[in-house]
């Protein structure tokens, strides 16, 4: 190696790992490239030790792929895969969350419902409770004072329509005299 490259071996085995690196890369898609790096890196490190072995006298240890270049139109395509690649996950993420704020605006508008629901049903309840007690006291009070007036018509020895007089009578005395009006 020495007697044909002379002490400039270094230049050779760079300028060679490059052209086959280069070479080989070739083989692979622009996706694949950057997607499986790993993979990538394997079978570039094979090529590359089968020519250095059989022509360079050299062995390679290891291969680490610091820097690919590129050109500037694919570098430029790769930024903006990316930048639109984080816009639709930016997308979908603000999706995501309106879906949950539509869904909790829902949820929170049924129990509001439930509430209003609840609410209209125990006034209703009150109320019809209320209507129902007042009319067992009604009736309660009325067949009392029916069965009073019945005994004092049977004790004064009273008629019908003396009863009667006697109400309109009892009426007009309990009412205050300015609300009351008289038609004889």
């Not at 270094?10 to 790993?38: C, P, Q």
């Not at 490190?45 to 590129?70: C, K, P, W």
């Not at 895969?81 to 829902?106: C, M, P």
Request: with cysteine.
């Amino acid at each position: 190696m020495y007697n044909h490259l002379g002490v400039e071996y270094e230049k050779y085995f760079v300028r060679t790992a490059i052209d086959r690196l280069t070479e080989s890369a070739t083989n692979y898609s622009a996706h694949f490239f950057f997607s499986n790096r790993t993979r990538l890196a394997g079978d570039l490190q094979s090529a590359l030790m089968g020519h250095f072995e059989t022509l360079g006298y050299a062995d390679i240890i290891i291969l680490q792929l610091n820097s690919v270049r590129l050109p500037r139109e694919f570098e430029n395509a790769i930024t903006a895969s990316q930048v639109a690649q984080r816009d639709i996950n930016i997308s979908l993420t603000q999706r995501e969350a309106n879906l949950v704020n539509f869904e909790t605006a829902i949820l929170r508008a049924e129990k509001q419902v439930e509430v209003v629901n609840n609410r209209a049903a125990a006034e209703a309840q009150s109320i019809e409770a209320t209507n129902e007690g007042y009319c067992k006291q009604y009736n309660v009070t009325q067949d009392l004072q029916s069965t009073a007036l019945a005994a004092l018509m049977t004790s004064a020895g009273w008629t019908p329509t003396q009863l009667l007089e006697y109400l309109k009578i009892r009426t007009v005395r309990e009412r205050p005299s300015q609300r009351t009006t008289v038609q004889m």
